[in-house]
Structures are given as C-alpha cells and as structure tokens.
DNA sequence: AATCAATACTTGACGAAGGAAATTATTACG
DNA sequence: CGTAATAATTTCCTTCGTCAAGTATTGATT
C-alpha cells in the first residue's frame, strides 16, 4: 500500500532516518552491510526499512550477483524508488529563474529557466510561480508526486528560517522567501544559500559521497566555497564561511573591493580577468568571451592573466587543503567559464602551496552544467525530506 | 559511597555522557538547565546525575543565589568535584619534559620539568617514568586518585592507536607511544599532537568553551593551527589540517622550507625572524631575544620586521575566519615570544583581509605559559575520560 | 537427490533509556 | 499560614533497538 504524500515525517526513528540516508547516499545496500555501516543490528534494519518500502520510498531488489564465498542466501538489497517523489529546485540568478525536477535519486527529470526583467520580490515571485507550474505541468506528469521546492539563492540566506537577509545580485534584504514562495506555489520550501546547496548536492550524490570532509569551489564572477567538515556543512559563526575568494594570496597583488589586497577574486574573478585583459588589449569594450576567445587563440599576454588567475585560485585551494584538509576537492567553472584556460595553473598553484600530505587531496576541476545550481536547489530539498 | 578509581567506564549512558561533559566545561547548572540544554526532561537529567554523584564526580551546591523571578525551590547545581581525581599531562619537546598533575577542572596541581640529553624512545620513556613519579609523588600525594596520563608530542600522531607517526624534532618514526607509555608508568595513556591537545584544552576549559567552532592559532618557532568545527576537533582526511603556517599570503614572499613560496611561517616563524633581523643587522650571531631587544629598544627596521611577520600572521587568521568562521579565535605565543611586538600588526592584517562579517569574530592574542601545552595533555586525558 | 554449511533476513521477547505526570521539597509573597 | 512558583524526585510507561531463535535461499558435499 502507497501512502499518500505529505502525510508527515517520512522517518520516525533515528534509525529509520539512517537507513534512509545511507540507501539514499551509498546506493543498493543489503540490510546486513546497512547494518554494519551504521552500527545497527540487523533486526533494527528489517524494522527500519519496512514502513519505507511500505510508503513506496525504498524497494527490495532482486539478488544480481554473490556476495559471500559462494553458498549462502542471496542478498536482496534496498534500493531507493526514484519515481516515488519529485522535487523542484529553482535557482534565482540576477538574470533569470533555472529550475529542474528531480527524483528521489537527485536526477534531473525537466528542466526550464525564465528570464527575470524585474527583480523585485513580487515579480520574482510571480515568475517563480510560473516556472514551477509549468515545470510539474510540463512532460513527465509530476504535479502528483511533487510536494517541496528547494531554492538557491547566493547571498546571506538563513535556511533553517528561509530569510534572505541580503542578496547582493537581487538587492534583497531580509525578504521571507520561504513563507512567500510557499503561498504562491503551494509547496514546502526550503531557501539555501547558492554554494551551499551546491556543496550539498555534491555530498550526499555527487563525488563527496561518503566523505567526512568535503570542499566545493566555483569559480566564477566570485570565487566561492562550499565546505563539509566533520560531516556536516560549515555555516560560520558570524555568518561567514568557505569565502575562499578573499583569502589574500597576494601581498602585492590588487587591491579587492572588499577592502583586502590579493584577493583571489581580486586576481581571478571574472571582472578582474576582463579588467587586466582590457588593459593588456587596450580595449575597454572587451568582454570575458573575447578574453576566452584570444587565451584559447594563442595570445600569451591574456594566457599570462588566466595563468595568473589559475595559480592564485590554486594558492587558495592550497589554503583549504592546509587549513581543513578535506578528503576531496572539487572545482567547477560557473556556465560556460574557461576552466580549460585555468585547470593547469589551478594545480600547479596547488601543488607548490599544499602542505606535506595535502597533496594527496584530490582534485576534481571541471565544467557545471548551468542547470546544476537548480539541481543543488533541488538535493536540499531533498535533503529536508530525511533532516527537517 | 565512593567508588574505587579505575572501576570501568564514567558513564553508562550518552544522557550521563552529556550531563557531565556539561557539567564539565560550563560550570556548576542546576539539573532543570541540564534538561533544557541537553534536551532532556529533567528526570533524566536526575538519573544520569545519581551514579556520578556516588561516585564523587559530581557535587550537589547548595543553591547561592536566586535564578527565578522571586518564589520557588532554589537550585541546587551540579559541580565538578575537581579533586576526585588527577591527571598527568606531559609535553614532549626535543629539548625537555613539561609535567604537571591537574585536577577534573584541568587546574594545575603541579608542575615539574625534566632535560632531554638523549631523545631515543628508550632514554625519553625513562624519563617520563621518573617525571611522573616526581609529579605524583610530591607535595599534594595525588598517586593515589591518578590513573590517567596524557602525553602531547608536535608532529603526526594517531590518537586513536596512540602511534606517533612522525614526529620532525624527536626523529621519532612510528613510535606504538600509548603502549610503551602504560607499561612504563602503569597509567592509562592518550597520546594526541601538541597544537591540537592545547585545542582541546582550550575548546572545553578556556576560551573556546561552548562555542561550536573556535580556532587556536600558536605563534613561535612553527606557525600552527588547531580547529574545531561543528564542535569536533579537525583532523584532516589526509593527515594534515590546521597549517596555517603554510598558506601563502605574499606571492612575492621568501620560499620556504616546504616548498611554497610566503608561506606565513617563511615570514614571521622564529626562524624567519632571526634570518631577517640578521641580514638587517649584519649580525651573523644575533639570537631572537636579542631582535625582540632591540625592536622593544625602538630599532625601527626590526621592529618593521615584526611587524610584517605580525600582517602575515593575521592574513593567514583571516584566511581561517573567511573559511570556516570560528566563533572566536585565540592567539597564542610560544613560552616567552614577543608578542607584545605582533599584536598590533596581527589584528591589523586580520581586520583587513577578514571578509563582512568576519572582522566580528573575537581575537584572544596573549602570551602562553609554557606549561600550557603540558596541561593541553592533561586535558585530552580529562576526555577520555568521557569520551573513550 | 539428500544433506549440510553458509549467509540473509524475520520474528518475538526483553531490557533499558528516557519521557509524562504526579508528588515532594523549598522558597517568596501576601 | 496559605498560596504560588520553581526544583527535584518518583513512579509508571512508551519505545527503540538488541538478543536469540527461527526461516529462507543458495552452493557444496556425499
């Protein structure tokens, strides 16, 4: 028998809460090993497990291989129902609204993005309102299925209160998002902060999978951080935290409009790399992607400055390996960003500055899909089905 | 009735766990603001409470003070009973042993120290054995409550097995210290790395109290760093965390040791001090004191030599507040250092880089007393205690 | 084929931790 | 001196998870 959604907490027991987020994270597990890895017994397990695959949330698959020796009862291990709930995850840029839908499985089923002309909270709301409604509505038929939306927004954002406190791009100040975008779309909200919701998706179903310790870094018109530490994700006392892109690498470098000097966002941020490449050219009218565009053709000066960005993002990266020492690193470009221009002088700048074994972290640098913001919008929403 | 030392396990229960560690680190509470802290109903609290007591861990105040607004039962608060039991702690420097014996609240009982002429395992285990007779043995006849022994080398040290991997001053390579250790003084050991048990010590008996996150940055020969987040100490996936002095904060800056380049310790390490101050003077045998001298004297290129080291020691402060936020940070100078002479520099670096919100975080800069890294020891044994 | 060994899972009794509510203790205040 | 207010304790009870026994399903062995 299926439950029907929004019939309150998914799990009731922290064990239940557990077996839940373990098949979630780690994929198809059998009961025994599920019992192992959180230190249940067995029995605890089979408890756990059986209203959730009664809800439709966790299915019993068939035994595909041996685990043991040879003799023994084939495992029939839990998997997650991917299709049981859908979740919307809608990021709210400066320019515009991206959203997706995802499964249970964190997998992006549609995805959509509507321009924003006016970014006033009304008419982003009216907009988010349409966005959603057209993505449930949209091929796929999730409305049925779909109760929470996730939302990403970069900035100062409270998520256990859903205000945005300030939004630089939007210009928001402590606007209650949550409780409005509930109103107009009739969903439980949940309101992150950009990166974090990021670093989030990448943790729980992405390549920090099962890390104790985990860091995020885009790169982009900032250079921002997102950090897992000791198994959750680090907040900052005072509000400030994973601000990679205002660690002074520099002691001679540019001054930051943030008030420091070397930033690596004062060095490597795109705004810095159109400034220097326009001074390098002389032409005040060039853009990032004529910067791109004459780095990838040859020019050695422009090369010289993405070079330069790339080593001092490295220093930064260095500084996180140093400092936190997480188990993995990965670095993502934001939309179409040059991260072919940086990625050499991103290792080299980390590999000269990391300390002893920090070298050893690995670091993953590649391109992000635009789309992936919303789908980090989406996995904190998912995320809040097991951790309200 | 007091129970024998050494009868098994503190506490049965993770609610007694709670109420002590409460109890331990923020001072005397009554049982119904153990409850609310905790989360517990205040019979719990009650239960967890009673074993302790019998035990002698626990004292019942009589209620001092008035907590309500006028009427009802006064409290009568749950205290340490600090002389229950005693702790050795003992610091392992390449150049001596620091010893003191503290009580349950990590006072200092005794102190005492020994010279290291041999650094061999077996010289300094002999050693050992003899300090902590001589600290157990004198005034205070504190043998008889002692079970516990924590010893704090610098260096890579796995507290769980209690092995020193490597330890750069003693020449020490996987050293099985817990072990060696218990069968020399017959006292259970835990043996953890300096910079983090002053962490600990810090985090549940000093400034750090209370806070979820909080850094302790130490100033001397190295630059290090010890950090909690999310309320657990940092270890790093790789073996390394906390090396502040390695990030590079001046791209321009001398090379170091470790291969980077303006590494903070390159800059403002004791080292790099006397090397500066040597080169500025021409004085090939001028010693630390002898530059702490004459920048107190007024020598303005020394003094200017400090000051640099102090900016790049608070650039690299910045780089921890702008990454993981601490709640408040503690600055800490090695046995006699100058830190008179950084102080300014250091909060001027640190205001500059420190990004938002970040400049609000708290900065302790104070000397440290030398045996503080031995009641650091002590401390992570008071832990165990609890925390096995 | 029949049996055994090995492994996965389920079931039901049980224990223990913590909660709810009533009770006792101790004060201030009228 | 009674009443209100707060603190602590006691008693009873719920419930989560374990234990130990039992069932299910396979490969290996005779």
Redesign the interface.
């Known amino acids: 028998m299926v439950t029907e959604i929004g019939a309150g907490a998914l799990t009731e027991t922290p064990a239940a809460t557990a077996v839940f987020t373990a098949v979630l994270t780690e994929g198809p597990l059998s009961r025994v090993s599920l019992a192992h890895r959180l230190g249940l017994s067995s029995a605890a397990v089979t408890k756990a497990a059986r209203p959730l695959i009664e809800m439709g949330y966790l299915q019993e698959l068939a035994a595909t291989e041996r685990t043991g020796p040879g003799a023994g009862r084939p495992a029939s291990p839990l998997a997650i129902q991917a299709d049981r709930e859908f979740f919307v995850g809608v990021k709210i840029t400066g320019d515009e609204l991206i959203g997706v839908v995802c499964d249970l499985c964190a997998d992006v089923r549609v995805s959509a993005h509507r321009p924003l002309a006016d970014l006033g909270v009304e008419a982003v709301l009216t907009e988010l309102g349409l966005l959603v409604d057209e993505l449930l509505d949209g091929p796929g038929g999730h409305r049925a299925r779909a109760r929470r939306l996730g939302l990403a927004v970069s900035g100062d954002v409270d998520r256990t209160t859903g205000l945005v406190r300030y939004s630089p791009f939007l210009q928001w100040h402590n606007v209650p998002l949550r409780e409005r975008a509930a109103e107009v779309t009739g969903l439980t909200v949940t309101v992150e902060n950009d990166v974090k919701a990021l670093t989030t998706a990448e943790h729980w179903f992405g390549e920090g999978v099962g890390?104790?310790?985990f860091a995020l870094v885009t790169v982009g018109t900032g250079i921002g951080?997102g950090?897992v530490?000791?198994?959750?994700l680090?907040?900052?006392?005072?509000?400030?935290?994973?601000?990679?892109g205002?660690?002074?690498?520099?002691?001679?470098?540019p001054t930051c409009h943030?008030?420091?000097?070397?930033?690596v966002e004062a060095i490597a941020g795109t705004p810095a790399i159109v400034r220097q490449a326009r001074e390098s050219t002389g032409r005040p009218e060039l853009t990032i992607d004529d910067a791109v565009s004459l780095a990838r053709g040859g020019d050695e000066k422009i090369g010289a400055i993405f070079a330069r960005g790339g080593d001092a993002i490295g220093?930064g990266i260095?500084?996180?390996?140093?400092?936190?020492?997480?188990?993995?690193i990965v670095v993502s470009g934001e939309g179409l960003a040059a991260y072919d221009l940086f990625e050499k002088h991103i290792r080299a700048g980390f590999e000269?500055?990391a300390?002893?074994?920090?070298v050893?972290?690995p670091l993953s640098i590649r391109p992000l899909p635009f789309e992936e913001w919303a789908r980090g919008a989406a996995a904190v929403s998912i995320q809040s089905l097991v951790a309200p």
Not at 246 to 253: E, L
């Open positions: 890390a104790e310790s951080c950090l530490v000791n198994g959750r680090v907040s900052g006392s005072h509000g400030v935290a994973g601000e990679i205002h660690i002074g690498v520099d002691a001679t470098g943030c008030g420091g000097r070397g930033c220093l260095a500084a996180v390996a140093n400092l936190v020492g997480p188990a993995r000269r500055q300390f002893g074994a920090a050893e972290c």
